[in-house]
């Protein structure tokens, strides 16, 4: 496998999946993995484009037979990462971003050591709070849980190999392409690309 494995995890409202789609925009071989999940769409969302939506029986029944890279259970619902569809990316040279929470970032990195793990924070709990308000989509009382679990998040930003601050839009967006760009010259990868150009280089008399 020659292509890239990036984990971009965040709480809820940091705006992840904002950065994550503005990055993809530039980068023709970067592909997002698309989840699979038992919640029930939002509105504006599409099977397959957004997440592939499924019931319990069915998710369970996939991680049984070890279809999942990771999977997790996040406010009460399944998520969980296609094996086939990243294994057969990577193997394609291309690069694939993952958007999944810490536990399925331990889970991958355990399976992936070269993976790139990186987790975004808010500024602050009250921007994080406004951030969700402006969703529109949960009640007061959800938000105070959505903010606890928000907390219990970010304890684990230690576990990852970067971590950004999404204050500025534009400057987290900067340091996340930074990151992508750093990981696609590490040396493992380049000997491996760049094999027939070493070979020349290093064979021949000069």
């Known amino acids: 496998m020659s292509g890239s494995l990036f984990i971009v995890s965040a709480a809820s409202g940091t705006g992840k ?22 919640r029930a769409p939002r509105p504006g969302e599409e099977d397959g484009v957004h997440y592939h939506f499924t019931d319990h029986a069915r998710f369970e029944a996939a991680i049984a037979a070890g279809e999942f890279l990771e999977h997790a259970r996040v406010f009460g619902q399944l998520y969980g990462t296609s094996r086939r569809s990243v294994e057969t990316l990577l193997a394609a040279d291309f690069d694939v971003l993952l958007e999944i929470d810490w536990q399925g970032a331990a889970q991958i990195k355990r399976l992936f050591a070269a993976s790139v793990a990186i987790f975004i924070l808010p500024p602050s709990l009250d921007a994080l709070a406004e951030r969700l308000r402006k969703r529109a989509q949960d009640s007061d009382s959800v938000i105070a849980e959505r903010l606890q679990q928000a907390q219990d998040d970010m304890r684990h930003c ?28 590490r040396q493992a990868l380049q000997c491996q690309r760049q094999a027939s150009l070493l070979q020349n280089l290093l064979s021949k008399a000069p």
């Open 158 to 185: 230690r576990e990852f190999d970067y971590i950004i601050v999404n204050d500025d839009f534009e400057q987290a967006l900067a340091d996340l392409r930074a990151v992508t760009a750093a990981a696609r010259l």
């Open 17 to 38: 999946t904002s950065l994550v789609q503005a990055l993809r925009r530039d980068q023709d071989r970067l592909r997002v993995s698309i989840s699979h999940t038992t």
